[in-house]
Structure formats: structure tokens, C-alpha cells
């Protein structure tokens, strides 16, 4: 559904950088499904929060763990 890693070297060496690459059926989701962030752990945030969002756009509720 999504990832996180780190970007080794270059100009955004250090960074973060996350994505989410699930769809659903449907029209296409409109929201960021992907960037750069300083922390491992917002990164980790941001993949989660647009899982919410695409949920909520779908009309699918998370899954309970």
C-alpha cells in the first residue's frame, strides 16, 4: 500500500521520502500520494494519513487491526 526510505545522497540526501501506491476502482484519487519529509516517522504519518484520505474518498472504511 505504501513506503518509506530514505534517500541516499544528491541534494535531497537525508530526506524521507514516501508514497502510496494502492488504487482502487473508480475515478482517480485527487490527494498527494507522495513527497519528502525530514523524519522517518512523518514520513511514516503522511503514508497513513493518505490511506485515510483515499479511504474516505472511496467510501471504504480502514480495516481493523
Known sequence: ???????????GGGMWLWS????????????????REISRKEAGRCVVECYER?????GWHRPRT
Open 54 to 58: 483515499m479511504l474516505a474518498f472511496y
Open 20 to 35: 502510496v501506491t494502492a488504487t482502487l476502482p473508480g475515478p482517480r484519487f485527487p490527494g498527494i500520494t507522495s513527497g
Open 1 to 11: 500500500i505504501g513506503t518509506v526510505h530514505q534517500i541516499e545522497g544528491g541534494p
